[in-house]
């Protein structure tokens, strides 16, 4: 079943192209990693899913429904540097995350005696239990960036919106952080973008990887054209295409261009 439909999208700053053509459609959980080169447009993509931005022109939908241009607690983000909250210890970091996902914002009582026994065994799962009453300050970026993500993933987010979430951790740290993240969504139903460097996470945390690139291309005029959906793999079907976007412009494949 389809969750989040994507439909002609364009995107342009003043004069600027950045997105053109960018239709898709993604069902109520899966998993879709995006690729693409530095500036290509990947992250005023999830800002416009995020409804953080209006695009110049098409549309995007959720469950059938026009985004509204309002905060949505159904859609948590992290991004590649996050800012949690420098006033609460560790632990009432999570425990305040879950607290946003519920109708009555904060928790009391029992419930919220549970919650930090959950936030506790969050902690203990990605190796902060030690540092559950120091505040964020205290921590390094690694740590702090694990944290963020936990955060994002205690709010139980229908759609996570995921901006290079591992790239500064520690090839150790990121296993870690790709076995959590891989746990929850079998305990949580998630639908996720997450845009990531590393072609290698992108599909084994994907259940498909696209691709933005530029199909058209000015050689002296780098910037006139935006990026579109070039390629959409199935990463759980030993990486087949789903459907080469060839179609789209006429071109047979993706115009090959210098690195910018
Ligand atoms: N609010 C904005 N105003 C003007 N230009 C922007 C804005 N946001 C992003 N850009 C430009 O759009 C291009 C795409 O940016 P971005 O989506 O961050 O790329 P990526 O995440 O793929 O590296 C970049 O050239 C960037 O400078
Ligand atoms: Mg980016």
New binding site residues.
Partial sequence: MTLVQVDGIFQS??P?P?LERVSLSVGEGEFISIV??????????LRLLLDQ?RPTRGQITVDGQPLKGEPDRTRGIVFQRYSVFPHLTVRDNIVAAEGLSRPLGRLFGPARRAARARADATLDRIGLAHVAHQYPAALSGGMQQRLAIAQALAAKPRILLL?EPFGALDPGTREQMHAFLTDLRQETPMTVFM?THDLREAFKLGDRVIV?DKTRWDPHDPAAYGATITYDFDARNGGIPYQLKEDQDGSSHPAAQPAA
């Fill in positions: 700053y003043g600027r950045i693409g080169a530095s500036g290509c447009g990947k992250s005023t993509f931005e901006d845009v933005f």
